[in-house]
């Protein structure tokens, strides 16, 4: 099974900053990593696929990078909306597995 | 537009069999490459893959919980149900279901999720 860690767990960020959340992965998983954020009370929604390519209206603060097993999620001038869980999910080979979660807290 | 929707029974009593219903509207489980995975979401805690199906019938299962977990699609309906069973307090959690969408051959991902039911386990 290959284990996503996600650090930071946890980040409190004032508005404008910029926020980023790191995904390594416990083996390589070449570009099949996705992330996704959770708002409160709501289901997860897709931010990036394949490491770095973006979603169709999504904003474009929201950027990925990396391959094989270090990954990263950038926010660009966080804003307030921008509070929420976000986490990564690989679907290089079964069983699917999810990282453990970053939650976003504006200050 | 694709939608999906769960629904289910809210309280399940220890040692039962839960049945979970997604029913989905906006793409058809007969079309090749489509498929629908099931995640569960502890109260707190991260997500947890279950299981996939595919347009084809071919099935995945997460290893901790397959002996638990069946999965089975219904196309003319449009609808996947998971049953689990043997339902302990440690599997409350929120169950979504999502779809599975292919770009090209092994390149695929799940880019629309259900509302999620929230179901509890307790006598």
């Known amino acids: 099974e290959i284990v996503l860690t996600q650090s930071p767990d946890f980040q409190s960020v004032t508005p404008k900053e910029k926020v980023t959340i790191t995904c390594r992965a416990s083996?390589?998983?070449?570009?099949?990593l996705h992330w996704y954020q959770q708002k409160p009370d709501q289901s997860p929604k897709l931010l990036i696929k394949?490491?770095?390519q973006s979603i169709s209206g999504v904003p474009s603060r929201f950027s990925g990078s990396g391959s094989g097993t270090d990954f990263t999620l950038t926010i660009n001038s966080l804003e307030a909306e921008d509070a929420a869980a976000y986490y990564c999910?690989?679907?290089?080979?079964?069983?699917?597995?999810f990282g453990g979660g970053t939650k976003v807290e504006i200050k | 537009q694709i939608t999906l929707k769960e629904s289910g029974p809210t309280l399940v009593k220890p040692t039962q069999t839960l049945t979970l219903t997604c029913t989905f509207y906006?793409?058809?489980?007969?079309?090749?490459?489509?498929?629908v995975g099931w995640i569960r979401q502890p109260p707190g805690k991260a997500l947890e893959w279950l299981a996939l199906i595919y347009w084809n019938d071919d099935k995945h299962y997460s290893p901790s919980l397959n002996s638990r977990l069946t999965i089975t699609k219904d196309t003319p309906k449009n609808q996947v149900v998971l049953t689990m069973t043997n339902m302990d307090p440690v599997d409350t959690a929120t169950y979504y279901c999502?779809?599975?969408?292919?770009?090209?051959?092994?390149?695929?991902?799940?880019?629309?999720w259900g509302q999620g039911a929230l179901v509890t386990v307790s006598s």
């Open positions: 906006g793409f058809s489980l007969s079309t090749s490459g489509v498929g």
């Open positions: 999910h690989q679907s290089s080979s079964f069983p699917l597995t």
């Open positions: 394949y490491a770095s």
């Open positions: 999502a779809h599975r969408r292919e770009d090209s051959g092994s390149v695929w991902y799940f880019d629309y």
């Open positions: 083996q390589s998983i070449g570009s099949y």
